[in-house]
DNA sequence: ACAAAAAGTTAGCTGCTCCTAATCCCTCTC
DNA sequence: GAGAGGGATTAGGAGCAGCTAACTTTTTGT
């Protein structure tokens, strides 16, 4: 009767849902623009559970008027739903800026210990956090850290690095990886957000890339998650073949 | 078969228990001085449950060999349950040292907060923590925090204030209250840890002090959870009648 | 010392979130 | 447009941690 939910005294949405309950509304959240939506599928592979087990806790949060859902199809959130989610996301990316700059972390640590804490902050810590570093606006990766209203500024003008045109530059701002060994490898390369390059030349399997005087080849498969902010000039990115953007959109 | 436990990767002792189990072994472990020793219903009213549950956990912990336990008897801990209860409370007050100084907490808003986190914080974070805080030796209230090592040092020389006898002098060294009303009236009365005292007087009912050249009457109720460092001087404190040591021991 | 009160325990349930196995239904291909 | 394959769902069950109610043991007060 009294059972397994979070204190959660008295924060202003966040209510009283289980730690599964909010890891199951981020994840819907952050797959909102991947191609295929929020699939039973992927969201048991992100969460770590089986597909039944997300059958279920969909059909709960469905109940609870926190997602939209019908059977065999994408689900998703409902705009209460979204606040929570967003409301995750915020603390998610603030902690890592906090590890990050504060404690030192490397960047390929922060997440997995924000995963943990981003569920058990108050409102207090998360307002205290945000001032100390001076309401942050990116995380880490490049990430934008949703407003303490909730807005979520949306990447426009973002394009990957595996679509950019010889010739192109620019300026790397996200790099949507979750993987530590692939982080390290982006690091090594020096390709944090920040980063200036230049497209040196286009390969099948990979790019060519200058940064900061030195050339090497960046795989595709990297270079599908290093969001570029284009620098106007001579050169201009390959105009995108029709469809929705196929990158992951991790984190 | 797969379930409900702490992911807690790669920690050195602190195991795969559930933060229930901990909470339980904390507290176990802050009543192992308390006059009766760790009963049953302390625990339930400690950690929120009813004694039934308690006993059910108890007898899980034994299974587990972090407990020892007689039927009927007050349960203590095991070397290695020991250890999971000391690295806890290392958690917790390094981590009410960090929000007091770091994110400015109020010394009454510590508490819950570590509540949440001690739990959940990695040996990383504990360890940068420490570091970013010059590895302090007590937390706001003047409670000891645990080495790394986990050897925790433990408090003699220190007397209850409604212990002390006429015309002694000390300082306030812990104050081992937990409620936020009553830690908001100690520091109303300016009686935080550091604070310099001297008895001016003792009645049934409370004592006397001059504190900063003004005189007040603190209530027996506060004045045992106001653990003092005595001057050596004129004055001695009366000699403890026999018997355990009656405070609660709190936090 | 013995009865009443208090504390502790047992038995039986509940809700939560996960699991496996079996079945269902969509979609894509030929 | 029919089936094959794969994703989604249902059914049934497990483990955890809590609960109430009934019972047993210890403690306490006269």
């Given at each position: 009767m009294k059972q397994g939910l979070v204190e959660n005294a008295g924060d202003k949405g966040s209510s009283s849902l289980s730690h599964s309950q909010?890891?199951?509304?981020?994840?819907?959240?952050?797959?909102?623009?991947?191609?295929?939506?929020?699939?039973?599928?992927?969201?048991?592979d992100r969460i770590g559970v089986r597909p039944a087990s997300v059958t279920g806790m969909l059909k709960k949060l469905a109940e609870e008027g926190l997602v939209e859902r019908a059977p065999?199809?994408?689900?998703?959130?409902?705009?209460?739903?979204?606040?929570?989610?967003?409301?995750?996301?915020?603390?998610?990316?603030?902690l890592e800026v906090f590890l990050f700059r504060m404690l030192g972390y490397r960047w390929d640590e922060v997440h997995e210990e924000a995963e943990a804490l981003e569920h058990v902050i108050s409102e207090?810590?998360?307002?205290?956090?945000?001032e100390l570093l001076s309401h942050p606006e990116r995380d880490p990766h490049g990430d934008p850290i949703p407003?303490?209203?909730?807005?979520?500024?949306?990447?426009r003008h973002l394009a990957p690095l595996a679509r950019l045109a010889r010739g192109s530059r620019g300026t790397i701002c996200r790099v949507t990886l979750q993987d530590q060994d692939a982080l390290n490898l982006v690091e090594k390369l020096g390709l944090l957000p920040g980063t200036e390059i230049e497209v040196a030349d286009t390969h099948p399997d990979g790019v060519s890339l200058l940064v900061a005087g030195s050339r090497f080849l960046v795989p595709t498969l990297l270079a599908l998650h290093l969001l570029v902010v284009i620098v106007p000039g001579p050169a201009s990115p390959h105009p995108k073949p029709r469809g929705r953007d196929r990158t992951a959109g991790g984190r």
């Open positions: 909010q890891d199951y509304l981020k994840q819907i959240f952050l797959l909102d623009h991947a191609p295929r939506g929020a699939t039973t599928q992927i969201l048991a065999y199809r994408a689900v998703r959130l409902t705009e209460s739903g979204r606040r929570i989610a967003v409301e995750l996301v915020r603390h998610h990316r603030l207090r810590f998360e307002q205290r956090v945000a407003t303490s209203e909730l807005a979520l500024e949306e990447d």
